[in-house]
């Protein structure tokens, strides 16, 4: 079966050196040079399509590999489908890749002074980390951009990007800079380095990711500003597994005619495999952090409750999410008399 390729979405050509094993072995100054390349020729996109994208082709590939055997041929459609993941998930990914490094280098320079924790960073990953964390400090944010791009520390993207996300969980920062949310988000894109999660599980994770003033995509670069409902709405739908759902209705202004096509076509293949509606009480059942009264005012109007979703609700109103695939069951207590 197709997957995201491990070794090319990061913009390092394919070898021997960059396989997943090997990725957190790559040196900085070789990520920057492509992350410089990229950055240059690279212009805005929007985020939210970049998610609808992502999130309904990932969806009809786990319809595809629920289908077929590993190694089995696949059909014609499914196999355009399988090359249309694999090519535009490694897009999206590779984006997500270097914008989500160019932005905790780039918060990494409000850490205040603390020697203890450059004591400890020095010790643990080397003092090129130090010296350059000290040659950020005092830039702007384009600078730190240009410094990363051009002169950066000679040292281990894995090093580098542990370093980045201890920086973060342990270094003094003032309200609003640094921090915990950011070290989460530093921590994603550790993980990735070392091959603890694949590219799919960190795109996926990386749509959701937020820091101390809301998503992490407002910092002018790679992407355009976010607009908070609607990418608030497209996550709240793909919680519940509805996202092509959604690009049938056209429910999101950044729903596009390719996207609709795609589904179509899918859709001809295995017309029952989804729904022809975005089902919104099913949407607050799955644990949606926004809600949506006239959207499900407008589907009882025209298409009644849905059976699944009540009885949905029913299900999740007895469990109690520890996170979003890790729950308990809710057992009300009963006292012999």
């Given at each position: 079966m197709y997957h995201l390729p491990s070794d090319t979405v990061a913009g390092i050509k394919a070898g021997p050196l960059f396989t997943k094993r090997s990725r957190a072995g790559v040196l900085v100054p070789r990520v920057a040079a492509q992350l410089k390349k990229y950055h240059t020729a690279a212009s805005e996109v929007y985020v939210e399509r970049e998610g609808i994208a992502f999130y309904l082709l990932n969806h009809l590939f786990w319809i595809v590999s629920r289908k077929r055997a590993a190694l089995e041929i696949l059909a014609p459609v499914e196999l355009k489908m399988a090359q249309s993941y694999s090519l535009i998930g490694s897009?999206?990914?590779?984006?997500?890749?270097y914008y989500t490094l160019l932005i905790t280098t780039r918060e990494a320079r409000h850490m205040g002074k603390s020697a203890t924790v450059y004591a400890t960073l020095k010790s643990k990953y080397g003092p090129e980390f130090v010296e350059f964390h000290k040659f950020i400090q005092s830039s702007g944010s384009g600078g730190v951009v240009g410094k990363l791009q051009d002169k950066p520390p000679m040292m281990t993207l894995g090093d580098y990007t542990s370093a980045i996300a201890e920086l973060f969980y342990t270094g003094p920062f003032t309200h609003g800079y640094g921090g915990k949310p950011?070290?989460?988000i530093a921590e994603t894109l550790r993980k990735l380095v070392y091959g603890e999660t694949?590219?799919?599980?960190?795109a996926d994770t990386a749509f959701t990711l937020c820091h101390n003033g809301g998503p992490m995509f407002n910092k002018g670069m790679l992407y355009h500003m976010y607009e908070a409902s609607s990418l608030f709405k497209i996550l709240d739908v793909q919680r519940?597994?509805?996202i092509p759902e959604l690009v049938r209705?056209?429910?999101?202004?950044?729903?596009t005619p390719d996207l609709v096509a795609v589904l179509n076509e899918f859709s001809d293949e295995y017309p029952t495999e989804t729904g022809q509606f975005v089902d919104w009480f099913r949407v607050e059942a799955a644990g949606a952090l926004h809600k949506y009264p006239s959207e499900k005012e407008k589907q009882v109007k025209v298409h009644g409750h849905s059976k699944i979703a009540v009885e949905e609700a029913k299900k999740l109103a007895g469990r109690f999410y520890i996170m979003p695939d890790v729950y308990v069951t809710k057992y009300d207590r009963k006292v012999a008399a």
């Open positions: 897009m999206i990914a590779k984006r997500l890749f950011w070290g989460d694949t590219f799919e599980m960190f519940s597994g509805q209705e056209k429910g999101s202004s950044h729903v």
